[in-house]
């Protein structure tokens, strides 16, 4: 019976294309905004994300403000990794200053560490080697650039073993840092060298550490929680003396966001899904008074209640769900071009909001089938046999 | 001809509208016979009840008071539904505009009471094909209405009441919207399947059409009058 049914509600559909495609349109519009809006936002969501992730997830950045005469010191760093929930730490104290190298010169920013950087901050050497603990006991004049300051100074293929000069002192290149594939890593580390703590910290004439870097061991909360005791209880219990940026904290907090918006723009298409619905009953019920002779027909010669309600149902079903599939069709094209025109972001359906426009298209041709199919099928067959024509 | 069963036997039927808020009795007191085999008309001016008559015979309406039986069945308080099945497995209509589905091929007219059968495919078209074949069709099963001429087209209705195999044929005014060339085709047409025992029962107003058939029945205002040839 389905079968026919099936049957019977495409021919009527193929019977009258133009008219079905109009009926369509609303169904297609919604369910292309739909599909499209919840794409975009996760596919921004899922590019921002990775960017943020790019910057080390399991990485906190600390900064004191006021160290109430009780400093931190390169000794305090390492007792604080001592700490099982940290896996390591290390200074990032950082300076601006001018980098010269024979007639180029370019403004770098000079970070003061120690080897446990490089991990904490996930970087990846291109060539050379990165600081050594032995860098940092004898204040080595060494330095590691990334890849953006190796360009600037030198001609990138040579740099290696390179003499330059920073504020007057001559260092030089023992590595040299891979090109950064994250837009917002490159931004942030930019121009970036790092020379042994020791060193920045003479050169700054900053003696103690006012800014650092952990990496958790394995929960970002839990290492949150021990930098946080280990803080307060040197800066007598001030948790105004420091502040501490947790990397995950703040793409948990970004993820809540795009939740958000992404439920209200599906919210908003959701509205132009039903508009098509109505759309849907709008033509349906003129169908059902078109087709009154029709079904007057069908009854005299056994069609019963339930085969008529089935026949219109489906029918409306079916509308919905060939503009339902069309949509979808539009919306992968829609996608596809904007992802060719973002370039970095790649835009793609998922499973889940595929699911969402066909479950929501069908539901919606079921609910506003409901009502011609039903007036169709409750037609007395002896009135509906006289309709005129 | 010896006489068969009873296939439909209706006593004191009565059908009262309301129109305009006057009663109108369309059938008062109406009862009749008709055995199986039969070939019957009824005859009767337009106004005289005999769409009624008709209607309540086809089961498509149901009588406000009297007894009606169908077949041995009693048709009384049906719902909906159950008159519909009534209808696809007992009744074969044929009417006067035709009433065939302008989308649908002859072949697929032809089907629909089967489908609503819920008869296999395969099943269906033979059977499609061979009430086709007995209103002599079968080679236009694949045109549209549309492409028949109007005595192809009651063929093709004929056939289509015919395909369920109904206990009896109840036509309406079949002649009506011929020419009366046509109209004798048909006519002769139905004289063929009478011969091959199906019950016939049509609905005229024309007396010598009526006279055609073996027992006349004559209705007016409401009433039922049986006429000897």
Not at chain 1, 26 to 37: D, E, F, R, T, Y
Not at chain 2, 202 to 228: L, P, Y
Request: proline share 2%.
């Amino acid at each position: 019976m389905i079968v026919q049914s099936v049957k019977m509600a495409w021919e009527a559909i193929a019977s009258n294309k133009m008219r079905s495609f109009l009926t369509m349109l609303g169904i297609i519009i919604g369910v292309v905004s739909l599909v499209v809006m919840v794409s975009l936002v996760n596919g921004a969501t899922g590019a921002v994300t990775s960017e943020i992730t790019s910057l080390g997830n399991d990485m906190l950045s600390v900064s004191v403000s006021d160290d109430k005469g009780v400093p931190l010191r390169l000794e305090d760093i390492k007792t604080l990794a001592q700490d099982e929930a940290i896996a390591q730490a290390a200074p990032s104290s950082m300076m601006q200053a001018a980098a010269k190298h024979g007639y180029s010169d370019a403004f770098v920013s000079v970070y003061g560490t120690t080897p446990a950087y490089y991990d904490i901050n996930g970087l990846i050497l291109a060539k050379g080697r990165f600081l050594k603990t032995v860098d940092v006991d004898n204040a080595s004049y060494v330095a590691v650039l990334s890849h953006e300051a190796a360009e600037k100074l030198f001609d990138e293929d040579n740099a290696l073993g390179k003499n330059f000069t920073v504020s007057g002192r001559n260092f030089i290149v023992v590595g040299v840092l891979e090109e950064s594939d994250s837009m917002l890593s490159s931004m942030m580390s930019g121009t970036a060298i790092y020379v042994p703590y020791t060193v920045e910290s003479r050169m700054a004439s900053q003696p103690y550490i006012t800014s650092l870097c952990v990496s958790a061991a394995s929960d970002t909360d839990e290492a949150e929680k021990a930098v946080k005791d280990f803080l307060l209880a040197r800066f007598s219990q001030d948790d105004e003396a420091f502040s501490i940026i947790n990397i995950s904290s703040v793409s948990d907090a970004m993820s809540t966001v795009t939740d958000t918006l992404s439920l209200l723009l599906g919210g908003v298409a959701a509205i132009s899904l039903l508009v098509g619905g109505i759309g849907i009953m709008n033509i349906m019920l003129v169908s059902v008074t078109e087709r009154t002779k029709e079904i007057g027909i069908r009854k005299a010669i056994g069609a019963g209640t339930k085969s008529i309600l089935m026949q219109f149902l489906i029918e409306a079903i079916m509308v919905s769900l060939i503009g339902c599939v069309i949509g979808l069709i539009a919306s992968w094209g829609i996608l596809e071009l904007v992802s060719v025109i973002a370039e970095t972001i790649s835009f793609k359906m998922s499973l889940g909001v595929v699911a969402l426009a066909v479950g929501f298209s069908s539901a919606i041709g079921l609910i506003f089938g409901l009502y011609p199919a039903n007036k169709a099928a409750k037609k007395h067959p002896i009135e509906a046999l006289r309709y005129g024509g | 001809m010896p006489k068969g069963k009873t296939v439909i036997s209706m006593r004191e039927i009565t059908k009262v509208y309301n129109v305009g808020g006057e009663e109108v009795r369309a059938l008062d007191g109406a009862s009749l016979e008709i055995c199986e085999g039969e070939f019957v008309s009824i005859i009767g001016p337009s106004g005289s009840g005999k769409s009624t008559l008709m209607n309540i015979m086809g089961c498509l309406d149901i009588a406000d008071s009297g007894e009606y039986i169908l077949d041995g069945q009693s048709i009384e308080s049906y719902s909906e539904e159950e008159l519909a099945k009534i209808r696809n497995k007992k009744i074969g209509f044929v009417f006067q505009n035709f009433n065939l589905l302008p989308r649908m091929t002859a072949l697929g007219n032809v089907e629909l009471p089967l489908i609503y059968q819920h008869i296999p495919a395969v099943q269906r078209k033979e059977k499609a094909k061979a009430a086709l074949q007995k209103v002599g069709l079968l080679s236009r099963s694949e045109h549209k209405p549309l492409e028949l001429s109007g005595g192809q087209q009651q063929r093709v209705a004929i056939a289509r009441a015919l395909a369920t195999d109904p206990s009896i044929l109840l036509a309406d005014e079949p002649t009506g919207n011929l020419d009366s060339k046509t109209g004798e085709d048909i006519m002769r047409l139905f004289h063929e399947l009478h011969r091959a025992g199906h019950t016939i029962v049509f609905i005229t107003h024309n007396d010598d059409i009526a006279k055609q058939a073996q027992r006349c029945i004559r209705i007016m205002d409401g009433r039922v009058t049986e006429v000897s040839k």
